[in-house]
């Protein structure tokens, strides 16, 4: 897997200061999208050990609140299935942090039902979650005024809730994560 770039203090794709992976390739290819670079899987650098030790140590500060991890696709198989180890190992080490994830892909329709990726790779990266802000970028629906995301079709959903419920819950301004 590849990844385009490490925020190591981003403010805008989540709450507080965060530490951000952008991964390398997606398939949606979003009209308009903002990063279409990262459609390209071999764009950036290679994801290696370095790489995981090294966001490890970006989020050791306590303002650092959260990880978030957009791209580009971490849906993608290639890259759920690097994705998965690491942010097993990345939510043990900081169990208290926050971690957000963004996808094209719909939660109920393309991830839980395993056509998306395999489902024991998307049930690994759904339980490292708190947050997924799923869905495609649409143009048409753009919206400068949505809180961490770009389109009204996307939603902020509450992954252990909405897990533990079998009902999406969506994530507003009161949740804490």
């Not at 997606?26 to 279409?36: D, E, I, L, S, V």
């Not at 489902?119 to 997924?132: E, G």
């Not at 799923?134 to 009204?152: C, I, P, T």
Request: with cysteine; aromatic share 12%; charged share 30%.
């Amino acid at each position: 897997m590849n990844y385009a770039k490490i925020k190591r203090r981003d403010i805008s794709n989540g709450p507080g200061v965060r530490v951000s992976l952008y991964v390398s390739g997606c398939r949606n290819h979003c009209k308009n999208c903002f990063n279409p670079e990262t459609w390209d899987f071999c764009y950036g650098e290679p994801f290696t050990k370095q790489t995981e030790n090294e966001i490890i140590e970006e989020m050791k500060p306590d303002y650092i609140k959260g990880f978030t991890l957009l791209g580009g696709d971490p849906f993608e198989p290639e890259n759920a299935e690097v994705l998965a180890p690491f942010l097993e190992r990345l939510r043990k080490k900081y169990p208290d942090k926050s971690f957000w994830c963004f996808t094209g892909y719909d939660y109920e329709a393309d991830l839980l039902t395993g056509k998306k990726c395999d489902m024991d790779i998307v049930m690994r990266i759904l339980n490292c979650l708190d947050v997924l802000v799923d869905g495609k970028f649409v143009e048409e629906l753009k919206d400068l005024n949505l809180l961490f995301r770009g389109s009204s079709n996307q939603r902020i959903i509450l992954v252990k809730p909405s897990l533990e419920s079998d009902e999406v819950v969506l994530w507003d301004e009161t949740t804490l994560v």
